[in-house]
């Protein structure tokens, strides 16, 4: 069993920086990979990034690419995402998931509750 809670989202300018946290409780949790997703109005839930259990992997959408970097801690149990020259477009509520090393939302078993992300052009 793997609780998650996710933390750091808010309002920030285009262009600006976030950093996302996916703090974790269970000894098991790096036995799972950690996917972050994210949930804008009216649109279906999308894959942003991913990292294998060991943290060694890593894999960003292309919208991510270039701009989000995962970094992860299996000591402290957080998985961090650091997003950068943040858009409009990157507006939603980010989730982050344990579960198989995966870019489908389905491959993921725990979940975490969410935190909003709004960019303000």
């Known amino acids: 069993q793997v609780q998650l809670v996710e933390s750091g989202g808010g309002l920030v300018q285009a262009g600006g920086l976030l950093r996302l946290s996916c703090a974790a409780s269970g000894r098991t949790f790096s036995t799972y990979a950690v996917g972050w997703f994210r949930q804008a109005p009216g649109k279906d839930r999308e894959f942003v990034a991913r990292?294998?259990?060991?943290?060694?992997?890593?894999d960003y959408s292309a919208s991510a690419e270039g701009r989000f970097t995962l970094f992860r801690d299996n000591v402290a149990n957080v998985v961090t995402l650091h997003m950068n020259r943040l858009t409009p477009e990157d507006t939603a509520v980010y989730y982050c998931?344990?579960?198989?090393?995966?870019?489908?939302?389905?491959?993921?078993?725990?979940w975490g509750q969410g935190t909003q992300v709004t960019v303000s052009s």
């Open positions: 998931a344990a579960g198989t090393y995966s870019t489908s939302s389905t491959s993921y078993t725990y």
């Open positions: 990292v294998s259990g060991t943290g060694y992997s890593t």
